[in-house]
């Protein structure tokens, strides 16, 4: 990642953090290495896709595919005691194996929060709010975050009287979002007519609070699953065009209970950011809490902030100082103590050059007994006397 990269990956990961912040979550960190014995606890199937490692003992680990279990992990054991709700927030990289004609990367990085100790509409939708607000406060002007609920397709299948081999062809079709095949094995279904054409078109399912109201209308034993799933999103505070109940949305891992999530922004062909309630995991490690949380990619975001940027991206505050390593070094030292960033070279060089190179907003070059300061910004100079001079103008 190059430093411009750099710089505003680091600007968004701030602003997320901010958000956290101020909703009271704080930071955990957990190892990039874990036993994948551990690991496996949590995802309740066997680890796929994984990087792995043998230890000095021929232990299998791994390194972390991602950072919910892990930090659920160290939630349910060295935070058993604390009363609850808990509320944290992390940043870390994830890692996946290479796969042969998948073009991805295997590193990750991530940003998360998780809510632990609290069940229930009211903790769902604080964590769909912070997400939203996060993603504003990053940069992104333009966002849809799609939930759904597990509880509630189990809920109208077993109100249908999906069982057996239906009901797994039906949940692997729509694991792999393979619409296609979950029409053909829902329209073979031995249905009413009016039954297999709701469940035809359940993964279809898209809009606003109307969509669980027309399951529990029509499902009598989806109707609380879908009055929670209600209650969330009148709960959620965001525009109602940012929320879209999308019950497309499920999960390959096996422990989530709820409420699922997905973020998607326009230039990104992928969620910027996942989640859901996973309230059985404490439990696997020994201490059962509710749980629901998110991360958010942030490659992927950083892709979708570029996308949505116009025009050259902004400049750093900063000056590139001419003479700033040999005849004007007081200069920059009073620049810096005045918390203004000093890029020094030597009274020779070309500061305007390596401002536009990278990105820096101002420089300034010897001009005579003053400086002469450059604001690449608007493409305007003022002659400056000393560094009191630079200071004002720079203010």
């Known amino acids: 990642m190059l430093p411009l990269e750099a710089r505003e990956l680091r600007a968004a990961e701030d602003a997320l953090r901010g958000v956290f912040h101020m909703f009271g979550y704080r930071e955990v960190r957990t190892p990039v290495m874990e036993f994948a014995q551990q690991l496996e606890r949590g995802y309740r199937d066997p680890l796929e896709h994984v990087v792995r490692l043998f230890d000095e003992a021929g232990r299998v680990v791994v390194l972390r595919p991602d950072l919910t279990v892990p930090v659920a992990r160290l939630l349910a054991t060295r935070m058993a005691e604390h009363p609850g709700p808990l509320r944290v927030e992390y940043t870390g990289p994830a890692f996946r194996a290479p796969q042969a004609g998948v073009p991805v990367a295997t590193e990750h990085r991530q940003s998360g929060a998780e809510l632990v100790g609290l069940a229930g509409p009211e903790a769902d939708a604080e964590i769909i709010t912070m997400l939203g607000r996060a993603l504003r406060a990053a940069g992104l002007g333009s966002y849809r975050i799609g939930v759904s609920d597990v509880s509630l397709t189990a809920a109208v299948l077993d109100g249908l009287g999906i069982e057996g081999a239906t009901r797994a062809a039906l949940r692997s079709a729509l694991a792999a979002r393979d619409l296609v095949a979950w029409h053909d094995r829902a329209g073979a279904a031995s249905l009413a007519p009016a039954d297999r054409e709701l469940l035809e078109r359940l993964p279809s399912m898209r809009g606003g609070v109307e969509v669980p109201r027309?399951?529990?209308a029509r499902v009598p034993a989806a109707a609380r699953a879908a009055a929670r799933l209600e209650r969330t999103i009148e709960l959620v505070d965001l525009a109602d065009a940012d929320v879209l109940v999308d019950l497309s949305i499920q999960r390959d891992w096996g422990y989530y209970t709820g409420l699922l999530l997905e973020a998607f922004a326009p230039g990104v062909g992928a969620p910027i950011a996942q989640?859901?309630?996973?309230?059985?995991i404490g439990e696997w490690y020994g201490h059962a809490r509710p749980a629901v949380g998110f991360s958010i990619a942030l490659e992927l975001l950083h892709r979708a902030l570029a996308a949505a940027s116009a025009g050259a991206p902004a400049l750093q505050r900063g000056?590139?100082?001419?003479?700033?390593?040999?005849?004007?070094?007081?200069?920059?030292?009073?620049l810096r103590n005045a918390r203004v960033p000093v890029v020094a070279v030597a009274a020779g060089d070309v500061a305007a050059n390596l401002a536009d190179a990278e990105g820096w907003r101002y420089s300034a070059s010897p001009d005579g007994e003053g400086l002469m300061l450059r604001d690449h910004q608007n493409d305007s100079s003022t002659s400056c006397s000393d560094a009191?001079?630079?200071?004002?103008a720079l203010a």
């Open 214 to 216: 027309e399951l529990a």
């Open 388 to 392: 009191a001079e630079l200071l004002a």
């Open 275 to 280: 989640g859901g309630r996973y309230d059985a």
């Open 319 to 334: 000056v590139v100082l001419g003479g700033g390593l040999d005849t004007h070094r007081a200069v920059a030292e009073q």
